[in-house]
C-alpha cells in the first residue's frame, strides 16, 4: 500500500507535516521504536512510530532522521500525546532528508494503526504473491528470445489484465496492447514523465489524463553504454524509454510492483540489443563523415557511400539521394560552476528518434538511420529514394525529403518538458543532394541552418535550407540592444496611440504592408472604407515622420515589425 492511502484514511489521524512529493512510496510493514537507533530492525520500506521518548534535546532530531533515510523506511509518524506539537528540529531534519513525516492524533493509538498498515500489506499479498511468483518466472523465460518486449506485455494483458506500452522519449509506441494510444495522448504521457524525471522523483510516476490514470515506469539502459547511477540525469533523459500502464499502481502491493519492475528489466535488455544493431549504421555515418569533413576525393567518398546505401534502404536498385541533418543540444552547467554534460551522445540517441516517422511503431523502424556524433554535435546521413532532381530552372523543385519545421512537430511537447528550463535543442536541415560532392556543403548547410535556429528564442527549434536565402537568416543575429531601439523608434509611437484611442494603427500596418500597399486590397482585407484607410495610414505617417509610398520606409516598417 502508499502512504498517501494511510493519510486519506480518516480513523487513523494522520496529519501530513512534510514530504509531500513522496507519498507514493509503497509502505511494506510498520515497526513502533522509542530507541535513538533502531537501524538494527528496520529492512526498509516500514512506516515508523514514534513516542518521541528518544527526544531530549534539539540536536537528536538529526542522527535519528538520517538513520531512518539511510534504512529506508517509507515514512515516520509521530504521537503527539507525549510532547502535544511535534519538534521543529524534527519537521527540518525530515524535511532535508525527503522523509515524509505524519502528526498521529492524541486519541489515535499506534496499535490501530499497526493493525490497520498489517491487515492492508497482509491481505494483498495473500491474494497475489503465488500467482506473482508463477508470472515473474514466465516473463523472465519469454526474454529477448521469446517475442521481446510485445510478448512481455502480452502477458500482462492476459494474466493481470493490465493494458500496457513501451513509448519512447518522444511518445512514439515501440511496443504494446493493440487498441494503440493516439499519439497526442501518448506525447503527452512522455512530456509528463520526462517532466517528473528531472525533478528527480522516483518512478512510478502516475498521471491523471481524461479520468483515467496511468502509472509511468522508467526502462533504464543497462548494457555498456549505460551511465553510472552517479552520472547526471540530463545525460540519458532524452534517450530512455519508458513502460506506460493504464492502472493506478498507487494501490499495488509490494510484489505487483518488484513485478513490473521485473518488466521494465526486461524491455531494457531488448533496448540494449537494438542499441548494439544500431552500431553499424553509426559506424558507417562516422567514417562518411570523416572523409567529408577532411576533405576526402568525391570518388572515395561516393564508394563508401555505395557501401551504406543496402545497409540503410536493402533492396533500392539506384544510389538515393541525400540529406544532411545537424542537431545540438545544449544544458545549463549551473551557472558555470558545474561539471558539463557530455551532450554529443545525448544529440546522437535524441537525433535518431526524431528522424523516425512518428506514425511508425516498433522499435526497427530506426534501420533507415545513420547517425554520428562529433564534439557536442550530432549529425545524420538520411538516405532518399532515388527522384529526378530539376535539371533546370523551369522545373519546380523537388518535393521530396525532410523538413525541419515537420520533424520536430509532433516530439516538441515531450522534449520541451525533458530539456525543462536548462536546455536547448537546436536542428539544422540541409536540401536533398544527389552526389558525394555535394555533402560537403550540405553538411555546411544544415550547420548554417542549426545556427539560424540557434538565435530563436524556445526550448526547441528548427531552422531549414530555404530560410538561408531570405531576410530571415540575418535577423536572428541582429543584437538584442540595436533590435529594440530600432522597433522602439518605429513602433512605440503607434502602440501609445493604440493604447489611448483604441486606434488600431499596427493592425493596419502589418495588413497594408502584408497587401503590398494596394490600398483596395487592404480595405477590403480590413473591412473598412478606403478613405478611413487612408486616414490610418496618413496618422502613422505622422507619427513616425515616414513616408509609406516609399521602398526604404515600407522595408523598415516590415523589419521592425518582424523583430518585434
Not at 498498515?117 to 506473482?132: I, K, N, T, W, Y
Not at 506500452?165 to 520526462?194: F, K, M, N, Q, Y
Not at 516538441?412 to 530539456?419: C, D, F, M, N, Q
Request: aromatic fraction near 4%.
Amino acid at each position: 500500500m502508499r502512504l498517501r492511502a494511510l493519510l486519506e484514511t480518516d480513523a487513523l489521524g494522520l496529519r501530513l507535516l512534510g514530504g509531500e512529493d513522496e507519498l507514493d512510496r509503497t509502505v511494506r510493514g510498520v515497526m513502533t521504536t522509542d530507541l535513538k537507533d533502531p537501524s538494527r530492525y528496520l529492512s526498509g520500506g516500514e512506516l515508523v512510530l514514534t513516542g518521541l521518548a528518544w527526544f531530549r534535546e534539539p540536536e537528536d532530531a538529526e542522527p535519528f532522521v538520517r538513520i531512518l533515510a539511510a534504512a529506508g523506511v517509507a515514512g515516520l509518524a509521530v504521537g503527539e500525546a507525549e510532547l502535544g506539537d511535534i519538534p521543529d528540529d524534527l519537521v527540518q531534519a525530515c524535511l532535508r532528508h525527503r522523509l515524509p513525516l505524519f502528526a498521529v492524533h492524541e486519541s489515535v493509538a499506534f496499535a490501530t494503526i499497526t493493525e490497520h498498515v498489517v491487515r492492508q500489506v497482509s491481505g494483498e499479498r495473500a491474494g497475489d504473491l503465488a500467482a506473482v511468483v508463477d508470472r515473474h518466472r514466465r516473463l523472465m523465460t519469454s526474454g529477448p528470445a521469446g517475442g521481446g518486449p510485445e510478448a512481455v506485455l502480452d502477458l500482462l494483458g492476459s494474466d493481470l489484465d493490465l493494458r500496457a506500452w513501451v513509448l519512447s522519449p518522444t511518445g512514439r509506441r515501440i511496443a504494446g496492447a493493440s487498441d494503440a494510444l493516439d499519439a497526442p495522448l501518448a506525447a503527452t504521457l512522455a512530456g509528463e514523465h520526462l517532466a517528473a524525471t528531472r525533478t528527480g522523483r522516483r518512478g512510478p510516476h502516475r498521471v491523471a489524463v481524461g479520468g483515467t490514470t496511468y502509472s509511468l515506469f522508467p526502462i533504464r539502459n543497462t548494457g555498456r553504454t549505460a551511465a553510472p547511477a552517479s552520472r547526471d540525469v540530463r545525460e540519458t533523459v532524452l534517450s530512455d524509454w519508458l513502460l506506460a500502464v493504464e492502472a493506478d499502481a498507487g494501490d499495488w502491493p509490494a510484489a505487483r510492483l518488484d513485478l513490473l519492475q521485473g518488466v521494465t528489466q526486461l524491455i531494457a535488455v531488448e533496448r540494449d540489443r537494438r542499441d548494439a544493431a544500431r552500431t553499424v549504421r553509426r559506424r558507417l555515418a562516422q567514417e562518411v563523415l570523416e572523409l567529408v569533413q577532411t576533405g576526402a576525393a568525391p570518388a572515395e567518398i561516393a564508394a563508401r557511400l555505395r557501401v551504406a546505401a543496402p545497409v540503410l534502404l536493402p533492396g533500392l536498385g539506384t544510389a538515393p539521394h541525400w540529406q544532411v541533418v545537424v542537431a545540438r543540444v545544449e544544458w545549463d552547467h549551473d551557472g558555470g560552476t558545474g561539471p558539463a554534460v557530455e551532450a554529443g551522445p545525448v544529440a546522437q540517441a535524441l537525433l535518431e528518434e526524431i528522424l523516425v516517422d512518428p506514425a511508425t511503431a516498433g522499435a526497427d523502424s530506426a534501420d533507415r538511420i545513420a547517425v554520428a556524433h562529433t564534439g557536442d554535435e550530432a549529425i545524420a546521413l538520411v538516405p532518399l529514394p532515388a527522384v529526378p532532381l530539376p535539371d533546370s530552372e523551369d522545373e519546380s523543385p523537388a518535393q521530396t525529403g525532410l523538413h525541419a519545421d515537420a520533424l520536430l512537430a509532433a516530439v516538441r511537447g515531450p522534449l520541451s518538458a525533458g530539456l525543462a528550463d536548462d536546455g536547448r535543442l537546436t536542428l539544422g536541415v540541409s536540401a536533398a543532394v544527389h552526389s558525394a560532392e555535394g555533402l560537403r556543403g550540405a553538411l555546411e548547410e544544415a550547420r548554417h541552418a542549426r545556427r539560424v535556429a540557434a538565435a530563436r528564442p524556445g526550448r526547441v527549434c528548427a531552422a531549414g535550407h530555404h530560410e538561408l536565402a531570405s531576410h530571415v537568416l540575418l535577423l536572428p543575429f541582429v543584437p538584442d540592444d540595436v533590435r529594440r531601439a530600432f522597433t522602439a523608434r518605429l513602433l512605440d509611437p503607434l502602440r501609445d496611440y493604440d493604447r489611448r484611442h483604441r486606434a488600431e494603427l499596427i493592425p493596419t500596418l502589418e495588413a497594408f504592408l502584408d497587401c503590398d500597399g494596394s490600398w483596395t486590397r487592404c480595405a477590403t482585407r480590413l473591412h473598412l472604407h478606403v478613405n478611413t484607410l487612408r486616414y490610418r495610414v496618413g496618422r502613422i505617417e505622422q507619427l513616425t515622420g515616414r513616408d509609406l509610398s516609399r521602398l526604404e520606409d515600407k522595408l523598415d516598417f516590415f523589419l521592425a515589425l518582424r523583430m518585434s
